[in-house]
């Protein structure tokens, strides 16, 4: 029904800087929510930072400052530029969304993650 595609991640030194790249695709009508998470090893998944419809953000107390979500609405694509990262950084990131599909129907759809990686 609808696919997330991220791009982006690799591997950094800290202080260093990437910006990851979220595209949505398939049956979407809107999308009324799009975020990224992330999970270190052994943790549980977190939230980074998410931007609705209209453009309101909201940031883990862990990023703010350092890193920055945006969208752009006609490619239905969410970025999440880092800056200043950390080791503490390190940990697969998971692009999310909330979207309302052509048939009327709501779902919260993941992309499968990609790694970002910052050495000390």
């Known amino acids: 029904q609808v696919r997330l595609v991220e791009s982006g991640g690799g591997l950094v030194q800290a202080g260093g800087s990437l910006r990851l790249s979220c595209a949505a695709s398939?049956?979407?009508?809107?999308?009324?929510?799009m975020g990224w998470y992330r999970q270190a090893p052994e943790k549980q998944r977190e939230l980074v930072a998410t931007?609705?419809?209209?453009?309101?953000?909201n940031y883990a107390d862990s990023v703010k400052g350092r890193f920055t979500i945006s969208k752009d609405n006609v490619k239905n694509t969410v970025y999440l530029q880092m800056d200043s990262l950390k080791p503490e950084d390190t940990a697969v990131y998971f692009c999310?969304?909330?979207?309302?599909?052509?048939?009327?129907?709501?779902?919260?759809?993941w992309g499968q993650g990609t790694q970002v990686t910052v050495s000390s």
């Open positions: 398939g049956m979407i009508f809107s999308i009324n929510v």
């Open positions: 999310n969304a909330e979207v309302r599909l052509v048939d009327g129907s709501t779902g919260r759809f």
């Open positions: 931007i609705t419809s209209s453009g309101s953000t």
